[in-house]
């Protein structure tokens, strides 16, 4: 399922983020990646000064984790950390797939779902699409800062080149606790009918059969 989230970090903090930003340091994204995404990958990854990291982290992060579509649509058991990157003129990510584990020792997890949020507008660089191969083709991502992209991990990806200004994104992953993307999205669509049935019709005996399926469901489905 690829769904887009729109506004999921409010403008008060999408500000402080960009402030943070300003003064952070900047390193080369190649020194991150694996030996195949070294020879794809052209950005610029923030540096992990804890202070800083933690900050952004605690802003962004706090965001999206209490957004009730990410809950819905990602039913997350462990998430990760963000990095933040930064593509200037010239640079890009060639076609990839996400790492499928991720992490070091006991902090090890499955990337299920990947999570971009865009921090920079759309008029703030030219290029720089994310662009996700689908079974229904590619399609070409470029959303207002504050908004946030969720694809299956397995999808194969790539920026274009950013041809002028500056694109700022956020990146993460989580592992789910259903693993098969094809159940999350069924979830997911009946979640989005059973709250619309509570509202409008809480006391119906249908809403009681939609509401107990999908917790079954998750029940079913769901590894812990």
């Known amino acids: 399922m690829l769904l887009t989230i729109p506004g999921v970090i409010p403008k008060p903090q999408l500000e402080r983020i960009g402030q943070l930003l300003v003064r952070g340091e900047f390193k080369d994204g190649k020194l991150s990646a694996g030996r195949e995404a070294q020879r794809v990958k052209s950005n610029q990854e923030l540096v992990q000064e804890p202070d800083l990291y933690t900050a952004l982290n605690n802003l962004l992060m ?29 640079m890009r990510y060639g076609d990839h797939i996400d790492d499928p584990i991720m992490g070091a020792g006991a902090d090890q997890y499955r990337s299920d779902v990947s999570i971009t ?79 619309k049935l509570l509202v409008e019709r809480p006391d119906s005996e249908e809403t009681a059969w939609i509401s107990n399926s999908y917790a079954n469901l998750v029940r079913m489905w769901s590894e812990l």
Do not use: M
Not at 62 to 90: E, F, H, K, S, W
Not at 147 to 175: K, M
């Open 62 to 90: 706090g965001c999206l984790i209490q957004n009730p579509i990410y809950q819905q649509a990602v039913l997350p058991r462990r998430i990760a950390a963000p990095y933040y990157a930064r593509y200037t003129a010239g």
């Open 117 to 195: 949020v865009f921090l920079s507008d759309p008029g703030d660089y030219e290029g720089g699409e994310l662009v996700i191969r689908s079974s229904y083709g590619e399609q070409c991502i470029k959303l207002n800062a504050g908004d946030a992209v969720l694809y299956p991990s397995s999808s194969l990806h790539h920026i274009n080149e950013v041809t002028q200004g500056e694109r700022r994104v956020a990146v993460t992953w989580a592992q789910s606790l259903v693993r098969d993307p094809g159940q999350r999205e069924l979830l997911y669509q009946l979640c989005q009918a059973r709250e």
